[in-house]
């Protein structure tokens, strides 16, 4: 059996707390992934406390293409620490505008 504290957060888009988008997958990963840091803060937890990100995407060919580029932004913000990832593409999100959701444990 396991103790603790257990955070789970809901998929956090690639918008602002005006809900203004950033331009392109790149940007919006990572401002996703910066709301997932700033809540994970919020609630006292660090980014090595997260043990899965569940990544919804609306174009899988977009990611393959900045993988790269999405990669750096990961490492700038989660640094070495990789928990357990799933990454599937969806028809749409909520907002039309979102291109990624990315829920966190």
């Not at 789970?8 to 990963?29: E, N």
């Not at 990100?53 to 490492?75: H, M």
Request: hydrophobic share 45%.
């Amino acid at each position: 059996m396991a103790t603790g504290r257990v955070l789970i957060l809901s998929g956090q888009c690639g918008c602002d707390l005006q809900g203004k988008f950033a331009d392109g997958l790149v940007a919006q990963t990572r401002r996703a992934l910066e709301n997932i840091v700033a809540l994970l803060r919020e609630a006292s937890f660090e980014t090595k406390s997260v043990t899965r990100l569940g990544w919804y995407l609306t174009d899988i060919e977009d990611y393959v293409q900045n993988r790269q580029a999405i990669g750096k932004v990961y490492q700038e913000i989660f640094s070495n620490h990789y928990p357990a990832m799933t990454l599937v593409q969806v028809g749409r999100l909520l907002d039309p505008m979102a291109l990624v959701e990315i829920e966190a444990m």
